[in-house]
């Protein structure tokens, strides 16, 4: 039987699921702002807490510092904005109006990379690659919690070529990264998810099927 030390009270739990629901991936920063060291590093001991499959803990995290290489990498996701705008077709005007990074006016700018595979084989035998995302994402996500508990917005950026960003970086070719992760103070947090503010998309409500798939409740 769990002793007191290790259970959590009730108000500890309704926090935790207050900052589960008040996550937000934010887009807009106040400029000419700053993370304390020791915050910073509180949250990426969080993220590195992660659960992993195999214990393999394939992130990588590189803090973008050099203001020349954040604005290299501002321009190649402007790039890629440009490339997803004309991919959309007769939505492509209403996409760009949307504000899809805040990569130049955010305190921290991270970048995650995938570690070239170490040849884990335990719980990723027959999905290597997805067992190892899957992994990168909970760290991410970690981050993502505890950011909001410290009352910090952070962004998750995915418009790049990896190949390039990489190269930018100076990865590995074996390695790829797979997230910019835009961190700092924010004036407010979104009262919705931005995208349904903005009418782009609505959220799904869960669904919880039973023994098999069932068309019906997708």
């Not at 790039?79 to 760009?96: I, K, N, V």
Request: net charge neutral; charged share 25%; proline share 5%.
């Amino acid at each position: 039987m769990m002793n007191e030390a290790e259970s959590f009270s009730e108000q500890e739990r309704a926090t935790l699921y207050r900052v589960v629901q008040a996550r937000r991936d934010m887009r807009h920063f106040l400029p000419a702002t700053t993370i304390p060291a020791d915050v910073l590093h509180r949250m990426l001991a969080a993220a590195h807490s992660a659960p992993s499959v195999g214990l393999m803990q394939p992130w990588r995290f590189i803090r973008i510092a050099d203001t020349n290489l954040r604005h290299q990498i501002a321009a190649l996701v402007e790039s890629e904005r440009l490339a997803t705008a004309q991919a959309l077709g007769e939505r492509d005007d209403e996409f760009m109006r949307i504000k899809v990074e805040g990569l130049r006016e955010c305190a921290e700018l991270l970048a995650v990379v995938l570690a070239p595979d170490d040849g884990t084989v335990f719980g990723r035998r027959t999905m290597p690659q997805e067992m190892a995302l899957c992994s990168a994402a909970c760290a991410i996500q970690n981050l993502w919690l505890a950011a909001r508990a410290e009352n910090l917005g952070m962004g998750w950026v995915s418009l790049f070529d990896p190949v390039k960003l990489g190269q930018l970086l100076g990865c590995p070719i074996e390695a790829k990264p797979i997230a910019l992760l835009c961190l700092g103070p924010v004036k407010e947090f979104y009262a919705r998810p931005m995208l349904e503010q903005l009418n782009w998309r609505q959220g799904r409500q869960l669904v919880l099927m039973r023994d098999q798939w069932s068309e019906g409740t997708c």
